[in-house]
T-cell receptor, first 113, second 114 residues
Framework: GENVEQHPSTLSVQEGDSAVIKCTYSDSASNYFPWYKQELGKGPQLIIDIRSNVGEKKDQRIAVTLNKTAKHFSLHITETQPEDSAVYFCAASIRGSQGNLIFGKGTKLSVKP | NAGVMQNPRHLVRRRGQEARLRCSPM?????VYWYRQLPEEGLKFMVYLQKENIIDESGMPKERFSAEFPKEGPSILRIQQVVRGDSAAYFC????????????FGQGTRLTVV
């Protein structure tokens, strides 16, 4: 079955710097890759997603890139702010899986003011 | 448009008791998914339901766990005879359709078995 690896597990940056989180997946049939932000005590919040027919997608300070050949995708956050501090999860979904997502183990991002 | 609503937010059960977790999907969403999250871990898929149907329960333990999504009312995840290892956060998500449509999560139910 599908397996999603996420790195790093923790990431600390200074306010204003960029943060990059990387994920790899194993099943080439995966075609949907969302990213979720989870704050302490809350549920995961969808922040951006990308589909396999697109190589890059951007939404203000957040961007996601996808390399289908290498089977990896990355989250880029620019001009980080303290409120970006949270745990970020990548996920992958396989065509025909009817929607269930396989999650990475998460990256705890700390943005120091 | 309210988001995905889960209740209770926190649930404490003694070993051997039953736990019932409820999930009301977003308005207009007919697809519900349950995930379990252990401390410091990612979310693990448990079950996917549509109204009155279990579509995929490949992630759900064979014993003591069951889920339903009746025609009327919320989806229910039921855990019978709970054990300490069942302590976790249980999240429900809903989506409007299948085939990789966006899934939105609720706030979760944190189950503690004492």
């Amino acid at each position: 079955g599908e397996n999603v690896e996420q790195h790093p597990s923790t990431l600390s940056v200074q306010e204003g710097d960029s943060a990059v989180i990387k994920c790899t997946y194993s099943d080439s049939a995966s075609n949907y890759f969302p990213w979720y932000k989870q704050e302490l005590g809350k549920g995961p919040q969808l922040i951006i997603d990308i589909r396999s027919n697109v190589g890059e997608k951007k939404d203000q300070r957040i961007a996601v890139t996808l390399n289908k050949t290498a089977k990896h995708f990355s989250l880029h956050i620019t001009e980080t702010q303290p409120e970006d501090s949270a745990v970020y999860f990548c996920a992958a979904s396989i065509r025909g899986s009817q929607g269930n997502l396989i999650f990475g183990k998460g990256t705890k991002l700390s943005v120091k003011p | 448009n309210a988001g995905v609503m889960q209740n209770p937010r926190h649930l404490v059960r003694r070993r051997g008791q039953e736990a019932r977790l409820r999930c009301s999907p977003m308005k207009g969403h007919s697809h519900v998914y349950w995930y379990r999250q252990l401390p410091e871990e990612g979310l693990k898929f448990m079950v996917y339901l549509q109204k009155e149907n279990i579509i995929d329960e490949s992630g759900m333990p064979k014993e003591r766990f069951s889920a339903e999504f009746p025609k009327e009312g919320p989806s229910i995840l039921r855990i019978q005879q709970v054990v300490r290892g069942d302590s976790a956060a249980y999240f429900c998500a809903s989506s409007a359709g299948v085939m990789n449509t966006e899934a939105f999560f609720g706030q979760g139910t944190r189950l503690t078995v004492v």
